[in-house]
């Protein structure tokens, strides 16, 4: 029998953490709830979780050091997986609530509000797969649990990376109100707007799926 992969998933007072935890045990990982930055740096794969306000997830990560910790991971290739908030601050920036953030910036971009009738959007919806995608692998027509008023309605990385030397990112869309992004794969840098450990099946299938990379 080969070892469950070690996942932490980063404890930073921020994010629906029990809930995560449990779905990434119930699909074969080993999980630690922990803040502390040698777990976190040597574990397979690290689950930056999320819900809330753009700021204020960015002052929880910065206090414990997250934003470090998710740096030197991604500079040795270690796998990332962001999930809702912990997506939205990969990017460059975000605009909430009239204030403006700076992110992590392991991506270029902005996120800000969504322009729809109805916000936040809330509820499941489906998703248009990026081709090849590993994560969406088996559920690419399924539907996943949202729940958020902001999101990045653009991904520049897609326009700039240079194609012969870096491999293009893997972009997923939805939509409310027009397209936003709905989950990345880049590198060892993966994240989802929508929330996979409320997602059922779907969301249990795409968990497997991160897991199953880590080995």
């Known amino acids: 029998m080969p070892s469950q992969p070690r996942v932490v998933v980063l404890d930073y007072g921020f994010g629906n953490v029990r809930s995560a935890v449990r779905a990434l045990e119930r ?3 080993a999980v630690e709830l922990t803040a502390d930055a040698q777990a976190a740096a040597e574990a397979d794969g690290l689950v930056v979780p999320g819900v809330g306000a753009f700021a204020a997830v960015m002052s929880g990560l910065r ?13 040795g290739g270690r796998p990332v997986l962001g999930i809702c908030v912990g997506m939205q601050v990969m990017f460059a920036a975000g605009d909430e ?14 996120v800000d509000r969504l322009e729809a009738p109805v916000v936040p959007h809330m509820g499941w919806a489906t998703v248009a797969a990026a081709d090849g995608s590993a994560l969406f692998a088996g559920v690419e027509d399924q539907r996943f649990y949202f729940v958020h008023s902001y999101a990045a309605r653009s991904f520049p990385l897609s326009e700039t990376v240079d194609r012969e030397r870096f491999a293009a990112p893997l972009v997923t869309w939805a939509d409310h109100g027009g397209p ?13 707007q929508f929330h996979p450990e409320k997602s059922g099946d779907a969301g249990a299938q795409l968990l497997t799926n991160w897991v199953a990379s880590l080995r």
Do not use: K
Request: glycine share 16%; proline share 5%.
């Open 27 to 29: 699909v074969g990982a």
């Open 63 to 75: 206090a414990v050091r997250g934003d470090q910790i998710i740096d030197r991971r991604l500079a």
């Open 180 to 192: 936003f992004v709905a989950a990345v794969e880049n590198g060892p840098l993966a994240a989802t």
């Open 97 to 110: 609530h009239g204030v403006h953030t700076e992110g992590l910036g392991e991506w270029p971009g902005l």
